[in-house]
């Protein structure tokens, strides 16, 4: 015989569902990283990931670094170069990198001060 499930144990079990459901619809809609202005910065990052997918780390490195040079602030390349350097054992490049990620982040976040009016 199958046990029988109360009532609420049902609607617990469908909530929690539902709920995960749309925690993971909401994050899909939030873009994690969306500086997309600059096609040779989106060119070296995914030249890097190709390089990276095929665990040539030292070639997607040198990718990073040249779209690192032309916009020093761009989410996606920092968090492709705390990656690469994870990948490569090296754990103060990557802990700078994600320091300098969540740096330009929560600078981000913030409103700009409004300045008062002078009459």
Not at 40 to 67: G, M, T
Not at 85 to 94: F, L, S, Y
Request: charged share 20%; net charge negative.
């Amino acid at each position: 015989m199958l046990p029988v499930a109360s009532c609420a144990d049902v609607q617990s079990v469908s909530m929690s569902k539902f709920s995960a459901l749309f925690v993971v619809v909401a994050l899909s809609w939030v873009p994690l990283h969306t500086n997309t202005g600059n096609p040779f910065v989106e060119k070296y990052i995914n030249a890097s990931q190709r390089h990276f997918d095929e665990k040539d780390f030292v070639a997607a490195l040198s990718d990073i670094e040249h779209a690192l040079e032309r916009d020093d602030q761009h989410f996606g390349a920092l968090e492709q170069w705390a990656k690469i350097a994870t990948a490569m054992g090296d754990m103060d490049t990557a802990a700078y990198a994600w320091h300098s990620w969540m740096k330009i982040a929560v600078a981000a976040d913030k409103s700009i001060v409004s300045r008062k009016r002078l009459n």
